[in-house]
């Protein structure tokens, strides 16, 4: 494990923030363009969004019932749609 994005090797976060040149295969435009029109303000809000991402809590602590990501009325709406005569057989073994 890393303690930030710059430091993994194989991550686009250096190339995507400004940090070093981008591998000729790398688009970083098309991310960029949501941050701002011009390159360098577009870099420095997309480190700025990556470090506040650091603040977030870890999405799979949210998790319910072992299997959802989402509201109260999600997961209802969603266990309304399981069929509770359902085979056991359709579930797969690890």
């Known amino acids: 494990m890393v303690r930030s994005a710059k430091?993994?090797?194989w991550s686009s976060y250096r190339a995507t923030a400004g940090q070093r040149q981008p591998h000729p295969l790398?688009?970083?435009?098309?991310i960029l363009g949501n941050f701002a029109k011009t390159r360098r303000v577009a870099q420095e809000k997309y480190r700025q969004f990556v470090q506040a991402g650091k603040k977030q809590s870890d999405i799979w602590d949210q998790l319910k019932n072992q299997i959802y990501l989402g509201s109260d009325q999600f997961i209802e709406?969603?266990?309304r749609k399981i069929d509770p005569k359902q085979s056991l057989r359709d579930v797969p073994k690890p």
Do not use: E, N
């Open 77 to 79: 709406d969603m266990q």
């Open 26 to 30: 790398l688009t970083t435009g098309w």
């Open 7 to 9: 430091g993994r090797a």
